[in-house]
């Protein structure tokens, strides 16, 4: 499609001999939040890490804001303005609070300043000097989420950001996430909690197998739960 | 037990540890950034460090260039060398075992200081010391390059754990030590990172053969007379532990000096002693962190 921002074309991916990403084609427009879900293994962390480029090997094509990516690097690839969250938030044990934060460098004009993070996201401002390991999971993905924000990244990949927690927390990351929709970042988001995806998001991509199977808008989700708890497995 | 020992004997083998302890500390160092940061077991810090001492010796005989210019020349030098060395041997085997990297480097002690003892022999070459005379403390007699050697190698050891454990490049560092993946995926250039983590650590090997080159004969086994306690030093303070090779090399040095005083037979055990005890008790040793254990 040629208005996407991010526009996946036959996307296969290795990890060692082991292939896990069979020919995805998907793509996400500017503003959009896009969803991918499915069931466990289907595939759908493995789409983040290759758009990122943090996997064995890759072929097809991933073009984003008119660049192609498949062949670069990963510190390149972030450098055109693409950010990651990983599933396991990757928090930095020795660091701590403030230094995670404020580990990723501004690499374009428009990221978000500290001291604004730190009001979007005010449960970090108490704990700036803690060891970044020792906050709660919810805080922990507030930090996660918090520091991809300064780097200047408008297209954020958020990989399952309520997975382990509370659903208080959830709750919470939830209005963080529809904030940053508001505040004009595209997000491509992977969400096992269908409940949690279809509050936030404006489509759902559909993984099964490394491959694509469907695609719906939220109205068509709620319209046809029957057939995505069948994909799903629940 | 001890009626021979004065309390000049003791004191001068305290400053002769101290002294040692620098360059222990300081090898130590540049080693525990290099296994640290980059998880290569680098076994030819010992013949780096041997280089830095030859350049510094031919700074001096071919271009003229004094020890103080030699301070600064000869640790670029050889850190240009172990990017080299990087480049080309040791960077296909970074995605594999450590033991395979360890392999590597011990290959490169073989062709460096075989090289250097086909073109310079192995009877070791004088270098005349830049700081002639000394000073009487009433319990010995020091010498002031010896005094330049603690005072400055502490200085270097303070400036790089400040750099790694208080700057936003130390920050890179030690999280890429723990997913570089992930800070690669913040735009920065990991690799380009590792490999001058692995030049700067060979350049502190480079340095600390300039510090040595006037109080130890510069000859191409200096520096494999130094690695095994240069190994167990770090072993003991924490493989990967900055704070604990620099402490351990302290300590060990004092620790060996006093055994000379106390019980001279065991003065080269002590040490080997000291680790299998700190082994026995502390298996990832004294100063290790969960971040900088493995």
């Known amino acids: 499609m040629s208005d996407a921002l991010l526009n996946v074309q036959n996307l296969e991916a290795w990890y060692g001999e082991s292939k896990a990403l069979h020919g995805m084609n998907f ?16 595939g759908k962390s493995t789409t983040l890490r290759s758009i990122m480029g943090i996997v064995g090997k890759r072929t097809g094509s991933i073009r984003f804001d008119g660049q192609e990516l498949i062949n670069r690097r990963t510190f390149q ?10 599933e396991e938030r990757a928090i930095f044990s020795s660091l701590n609070v403030a230094e995670n934060l404020t580990l990723p460098p501004v690499l374009k004009a428009g990221g978000i300043a500290d001291d604004a993070l730190l009001r ?8 700036l000097k803690s060891q970044g390991t020792k906050l709660s999971g919810g805080e922990q993905q507030m930090l996660a989420i918090a520091r991809i924000l300064r780097t200047g990244a408008r297209f954020l990949l958020l990989d399952e950001p309520s997975e382990g927690l509370a659903p208080v927390v959830v709750k919470e990351i939830g209005e963080q996430i529809k904030a940053l929709k508001t505040q004009g970042f595209t997000i491509l988001l992977v969400e096992q909690n269908l409940s949690f995806a279809r509050k936030v998001a404006d489509r759902h991509v559909v993984v099964e197998n490394g491959v694509v199977v469907d695609t719906l808008t939220n109205s068509e989700l709620e319209a046809d739960m029957a057939r995505v708890k069948t994909y799903l497995g629940v | 037990m001890f009626d021979h020992i004065s309390i000049q004997l003791l004191l001068g083998q305290l400053l002769i540890g101290l002294i040692n302890g620098s360059f222990y500390a300081m090898l130590s160092l540049g080693l525990a950034i290099i296994f640290g940061l ?7 810090h010992g ?14 005989n071919h271009l003229g260039i004094p020890y103080w210019g030699a301070l600064f020349i000869a640790p670029v030098v050889v850190g240009a060398v172990g990017l080299l060395m990087e480049q080309t041997i040791l960077k296909p085997l970074r995605h594999l075992d450590h033991l395979y990297s360890l392999l590597a480097t011990f290959a490169a002690v073989l062709i460096m200081e075989g090289l250097m003892r086909l073109e310079f022999g192995s009877t070791g070459l004088p270098y005349a010391s830049p700081l002639p005379g000394g000073i009487n403390l009433g319990f010995m007699f020091l010498p002031w390059y010896r005094g330049w050697v603690v005072v400055f190698s502490l200085v270097v050891c303070i ?4 750099l790694i454990e208080k700057t936003k490049l130390g920050a890179y560092l030690r999280a890429a030590n723990e997913r570089p993946e992930i800070v690669e995926s913040f735009g920065i250039n990991v690799p380009r990172m590792m490999s001058l983590t692995y030049a700067f650590g060979v350049g502190l090997a480079g340095l600390g053969g300039v510090l040595a ?27 990967g532990s900055i704070l604990g090779a620099i402490l351990t090399g302290y300590l060990i040095g004092i620790v060996e000096g006093l055994t000379k005083v106390f019980y001279p037979e065991a003065s080269n055990l002590a040490i080997f002693v000291i680790m299998i005890v700190a082994l026995i008790l502390r298996p990832n040793g004294l100063f290790s962190s969960p971040e900088s254990s493995r």
């Not at chain 1, 793509?27 to 289907?42: C, K, S």
């Not at chain 1, 303005?81 to 990983?86: H, K, L, N, R």
């Not at chain 1, 979007?120 to 704990?127: K, V």
């Not at chain 2, 013949?47 to 001096?60: D, E, K, N, P, T």
């Open chain 1, 27 to 42: 793509d996400v427009r500017p503003g959009e939040l896009v969803t991918l879900i499915g069931r466990n293994g289907a």
């Open chain 1, 77 to 86: 690839i972030a450098r055109t303005g693409i950010a990651y969250c990983p």
């Open chain 1, 120 to 127: 979007q996201f005010p449960n970090l401002q108490r704990r």
């Open chain 2, 38 to 44: 980059i998880h290569v077991v680098n076994f030819a």
């Open chain 2, 47 to 60: 013949a780096q460090y041997m280089l830095g001492a030859f350049v510094a010796l031919l700074l001096l």
């Open chain 2, 159 to 162: 400036a790089t754990w400040l």
């Open chain 2, 213 to 239: 080159a006037p109080i130890y004969q510069v000859s191409p086994s200096m520096g494999s007379n130094l690695m095994i306690v240069i190994f167990a030093v770090v072993v003991i303070g924490g493989m």
